[in-house]
């Protein structure tokens, strides 16, 4: 059974910075599509990042790029969201997801994690 497990959330003041870590175990990381959604309260689950199976593609949502970077390691089966400068409206649940197939993910994305709050003060 595939796990997918985020770390790394937390409260952070406008302008800092967090590194979000997602662990896969049940399934090799390099056969997986990965990528990060977040949801706020009363807005829709958006696709963030995402990285291709042995990261040579990345995709990222307008409003992070040039902040946020998306990356893996397949010997440790584990993905990496760093983000630098955050604003208030970056304020979400993130969750880890992958799939074997879709590029780029979407929300019919085969696993899921349980997700992690993400905070950030003005």
């Known amino acids: 059974q595939v796990q997918l497990v985020e770390s790394g959330g937390g409260l952070v003041q406008a302008g800092g910075s967090l590194r979000l870590s997602c662990a896969t175990s049940g399934r090799s990381a390099s056969s997986l599509v990965m990528g990060w959604f977040r949801q706020a309260p009363g807005k829709e689950r958006e696709l963030v990042a995402a990285?291709?199976?042995?990261?040579?593609?990345?995709y990222y949502l307008d409003s992070v790029k040039g902040r946020f970077t998306i990356s893996r390691d397949n010997a440790e089966n584990r993905m990496y969201l760093q983000m630098n400068s955050l604003k208030p409206e970056d304020s979400a649940v993130y969750s880890c997801?992958?799939?074997?197939?879709?590029?780029?993910?979407?929300?019919?994305?085969?696993?899921w994690g349980q997700g992690t709050q993400v905070t950030v003060s003005s």
């Open positions: 997801a992958a799939d074997p197939r879709r590029w780029p993910l979407s929300n019919q994305a085969l696993y």
């Open positions: 990285i291709s199976w042995r990261g040579s593609s990345t």
